[in-house]
Structures are given as structure tokens and as C-alpha cells.
């Protein structure tokens, strides 16, 4: 019978994953998939939580929030790393370590 | 019954859910990766479908896959990298971040089943969009004032950084 834990064990797993694409990965964008992969945990959470427990709705208006902050996010770190390929011509992050070219 | 389907549903889509995570995190063609995202956005809007959350599956989908998969498709795309994205070459690197996360992951995994498991009956309660409406507008509505705003900025910031300023 599926409960609560079932859910938190597999966005565990999910954070966990999501972790480990952004401190390994070297390109810019696949930091951001991690990233994604984290914010989704999160709101996976929110709605299993609001799903087993009575706190009427909160945990899915949150949820919400976390998709309108995490599309933000994608926007502006889009843009920012378009115009780091403009500037260093690569998007790996280990290379961009200077403020100014 | 009804629980049972709930079961069945439950396990395929953490399957693929964890599947298509790994995928993403370690296929080396940032294509594949996208697709894998894709597949892994659409297992958790099933996911909060049968949690009994329409509206944030529907938003999810329209959202992530419509939206942000779009924007990462496009800057895969314009920043020309598609094939053989490196990732750390040091083994050690790996081998640290693998032990990492996994003592992470078993951490919260023995927290989580140290207290007890909480089910429910059986019927699949949806959450009424109106309930959600009213939380929007009552309990909520500074922050949801605040990230209108913040999604204006975003819009004028996402534009005057992307556009390409040489005059």
C-alpha cells in the first residue's frame, strides 16, 4: 500500500539525482537540467504532502509558485548563458572565471 | 481496487520517473538529456494527476513542457553543443559526488522511514480548483502580487540581456 514515505523515498531519490547532474556536469545548460530536476522534487513534495496530510490546498498553491519561480529561473539563466557563448565562445563552467573579458 | 490502481500507477511512474533522471543527468548528448527531461516532466505531471492535483498537472505541462523544455532545447541549440558534452574527467571527481549524494540520499531515506507511514482511504480526492482560487486570493495574494511583478522583470530582464546590443 502506497503512503506518504513511498513519495518522500522517491523524490529523494529525484534530489538526489538532480544533485549529482549539477555538481558533476561541466556545461551550463545540463546544470540547469539538474536544477530542474531538483525544483520538481520539491514541488512533488508539496503536492504528496498536501495529497496525505488535511492542510487544505496550501501545499499545491506553493507548488505552483515553485513552477512560476522555476520558469522564471530558466528565462534569465537562458539569457545568461547566451551571452556567455557570446563572450567565451564556450558554455563550460569551469572555464568562465573571469568577471571581465 | 481503486487503491490497488493507485499502487500500480504509483510504481510505473516512479520507475520512469527515476529512469529518465538518471538519463538526464548522465547521457553525454544533450538531445537524449532533453528528451529524458521531457519524459520525466510528463511521469510527474501524471504523478500530481493521481495525487488529485488537475490544475498543477495541466500548469505543469503547459509550464515545463511547453515552456521551459522549449528554452533549453533553443540554448542547446544556439550555444552549438550538442554531441559529447564532457562531463568532469576525473574519476575521482565522480567517485566523490557519486558517495555524496548517496550517503545524501540514504540519509533522508532512513529519516523518512524512521517515522510512520501515513496512507488514506480509498476513494482519489481531487482538490477543487475553486478551494484553489480562493487560497490564491485570500491567504496568498501577496505572494501571488509579488510574483506578477517579479514575472514582469523577469520578461524585461530575459529580453535587454538576450538581445544583442552592439550599437
Known amino acids: 500500500m502506497v503512503g506518504l514515505n513511498h513519495f518522500l523515498i522517491l523524490t529523494s531519490i529525484l534530489f538526489s539525482l538532480g544533485l549529482f547532474g549539477v555538481i558533476t556536469r561541466k556545461n551550463a545548460i545540463t546544470v540547469l537540467m539538474g536544477l530542474e530536476l531538483i525544483l520538481n522534487a520539491a514541488s512533488l513534495n508539496f503536492v504528496a504532502i498536501t495529497r496525505f496530510t488535511d492542510v487544505a490546498a496550501s501545499g499545491q498553491v506553493i507548488s505552483l509558485f515553485i513552477i512560476v519561480l522555476a520558469a522564471s529561473e530558466a528565462a534569465i539563466a537562458l539569457a545568461i548563458v547566451l551571452n556567455l557563448y557570446k563572450n567565451f565562445n564556450n558554455v563550460n563552467v569551469d572555464e568562465i572565471n573571469s568577471l571581465k573579458e | ?124 480526492a481531487s482538490t477543487p480548483i475553486k478551494m484553489l482560487g480562493n487560497l490564491l486570493i485570500s491567504k496568498y495574494y501577496l505572494i501571488f502580487g509579488m510574483l506578477g511583478v517579479l514575472l514582469l522583470v523577469i520578461l524585461i530582464a530575459a529580453a535587454g540581456m538576450a538581445r544583442n546590443n552592439k550599437e
Do not use: H, W
Request: aromatic share 12%.
Open chain 2, 1 to 124: 481496487m481503486i487503491m490497488e490502481l493507485f499502487d500500480l500507477f504509483f510504481y510505473l511512474f516512479a520507475s520512469v520517473i527515476v529512469i529518465s533522471g538518471a538519463v538526464t543527468v548522465l547521457n553525454k548528448n544533450l538531445i537524449y538529456a532533453a528528451f529524458a527531461l521531457l519524459i520525466l516532466l510528463s511521469s510527474v505531471a501524471a504523478m500530481f494527476f493521481i495525487l488529485g492535483a488537475e490544475f498543477l498537472a495541466m500548469v505543469q505541462i503547459l509550464i515545463y513542457v511547453g515552456g521551459v523544455l522549449i528554452l533549453i532545447v533553443f540554448g542547446i541549440m544556439l550555444t552549438g553543443q550538442v554531441k559529447s558534452v564532457p562531463m568532469r574527467e576525473n574519476f575521482v571527481y565522480l567517485l566523490i559526488a557519486a558517495v555524496f549524494t548517496g550517503l545524501l540520499c540514504g540519509l533522508l531515506v532512513t529519516g523518512i522511514t524512521a517515522r510512520p507511514d501515513m496512507t488514506l482511504s480509498a476513494d482519489i
